[in-house]
């Protein structure tokens, strides 16, 4: 039997484009990526297969205007769309997300800004580079910016820089937690611009760069065995005095401090792998307690008070979670209001907190056999732990910015 959509087309009044975008995607994931799912996760590598899928399946362009040949989809499209993966496969959700958000950044967000003529007519010659790679050929990007201090974080500029040179730039630096390592044919790095070897780094001149995963000084390094997320494959990589001609720009120079801080919601992007695994652990649960579970005894646990007051309540948790979470990717556009801004702070911090949350409710009301690794429940409870730690939008930092911004209005200090 087919699992229902996680926003029922009619209820959540979905536009055609949406509805069918989500249900190609959770066919896709259903049948194809969740059997291969404990495979990846249990020898950590990365879901090849279901990026040939993905191609095969035209998501791979999902985010690229249709006007350049892509799906065109907008921010809120592509989100509710990759929620139907997470479901199945968060490991890859979550690299997808890295995948589409090199198409995101240049087609609907930047597609949305003001930008003067001759930047727009620079900034399309410039992109069609990069959409013809991923139509015609496949190719995947990963989006490395984590760095391991506070620049992922958005307070410093990049530690990872780009030195102008004849023809182009020099790369140098290290990205940790790099997901797709190893795996994607680009990597679009968020690095800091510099126009000699001197100059000051600033956040004003980040650049948004897509350096082939061949060009020489590429590195791939350390290991990769953590908690959850493991088909991820999030190594580390080095970049040393790497060339790449000026082609390799994905945005105009000076144009991606502007979109990142007018465009707040595209940090919301991690959010939908996570909202994914949150209706998993419910569906489970119910199907759990049903005795319904595949390849378990048709034992039914579903009688008992307690457990029904569990899903009950974990009920509650994806309710509120999915509403809040589907209100804020509907307010989406630049420059959103304070209230809006921080609607989005607490859907981000109720996906990424209340998934692991539901997930381990989950484990305590199925019981002992449920946490066993033949069945999905304990990778759902360890993948979505994971998402609470995503800069920049953390959930201690979500917290920290709410708290802030509920007591202070701009200009608004306690120096008397
Ligand atoms: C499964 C997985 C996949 C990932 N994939 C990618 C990827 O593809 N690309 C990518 O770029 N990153 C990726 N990340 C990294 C992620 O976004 C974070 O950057 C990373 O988890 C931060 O690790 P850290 O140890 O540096 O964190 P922390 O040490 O927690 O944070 C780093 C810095 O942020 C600042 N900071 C953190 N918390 C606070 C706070 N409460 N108040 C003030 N400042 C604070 C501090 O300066 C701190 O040193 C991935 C992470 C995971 C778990």
């Not at 536009?15 to 404990?38: C, G, I, N, S, V």
């Not at 530690?159 to 390592?181: E, N, P």
């Not at 190893?182 to 760069?209: I, Q």
């Not at 979670?321 to 859907?347: C, G, N």
Request: aromatic share 10%; hydrophobic share 40%.
């Amino acid at each position: 039997m087919t699992d229902q959509p996680i926003f029922d087309p009619e209820a959540w009044k979905l536009t055609d484009k949406q509805a069918e975008l989500t249900a190609r995607a959770r066919a896709l994931a259903a049948e194809k990526f969740a059997p291969r799912a404990p495979k990846y996760d249990r020898e950590a590598t990365f879901p090849t297969e279901n990026y040939r899928d993905l191609a095969e399946a035209g998501l791979l362009g999902i985010c690229i205007p249709e006007s350049e040949g892509g799906i065109g989809a907008d921010l809120k499209t592509y989100m509710l769309t990759a929620a139907e993966i997470g479901r199945y496969c968060g490991a890859t959700a979550l690299t997808f997300n890295m995948h589409v958000s090199s198409c995101l950044w240049t087609g609907d967000l930047l597609d949305k800004l003001d930008l003067d003529p001759e930047t727009r007519a620079r900034h399309h010659a410039m992109r069609r580079i990069h959409y013809r790679r991923v139509l015609e050929e496949g190719a995947i990007y990963a989006q490395p910016f984590s760095e391991g201090g506070a620049a992922a974080a958005g307070f410093k500029a990049f530690g990872t820089t780009a030195l102008k040179v004849d023809g182009g730039w020099r790369v140098t630096g290290k990205k940790i937690f790099a997901s797709l390592a190893g795996h994607a044919d680009y990597y679009g790095v968020l690095c800091t611009a510099l126009h000699s070897p001197d100059e000051e780094p600033s956040r004003r001149n980040t650049m948004y760069l897509a350096v082939p995963a061949t060009a020489e000084g590429v590195k791939v390094v350390g290991d990769w065995d953590p908690l959850g997320m493991r088909g991820t494959v999030s190594r580390n990589l080095l970049f040393e005095d790497v060339f790449v001609p000026d082609e390799a720009q994905l945005m105009p120079e000076g144009v991606y401090a502007a979109a990142a801080s007018r465009w707040p919601h595209m940090f919301m992007t991690l959010t939908p792998t996570y909202m994914g695994l949150a209706q998993a652990a419910y569906d489970f649960t119910v199907a759990y307690l049903r005795g319904e579970v595949p390849g378990m005894p048709p034992v039914k646990r579903r009688m008992y008070p307690t457990k029904q007051l569990a899903v009950a309540q974990m009920r509650v948790m994806l309710e509120a979670t999915k509403a809040v979470w589907f209100q804020a990717i509907s307010e989406a556009r630049p420059d959103p209001s304070k209230d809006s801004l921080m609607r989005a702070w607490s859907a981000q911090y109720m996906v990424m907190e209340n998934a692991n949350e539901i997930a381990q409710l989950a484990i305590r009301t199925c019981g002992g056999q449920s946490m066993l690794r033949s069945l999905p429940l304990e990778r759902l409870y360890r993948d979505s732990r994971c998402g609470s730690l995503m800069l920049p939008w953390t959930a201690e930092l979500c917290l920290d910015k709410l708290g802030r911004e509920a007591l202070y209005e701009p200009g608004e200090t306690d120096d008397d």
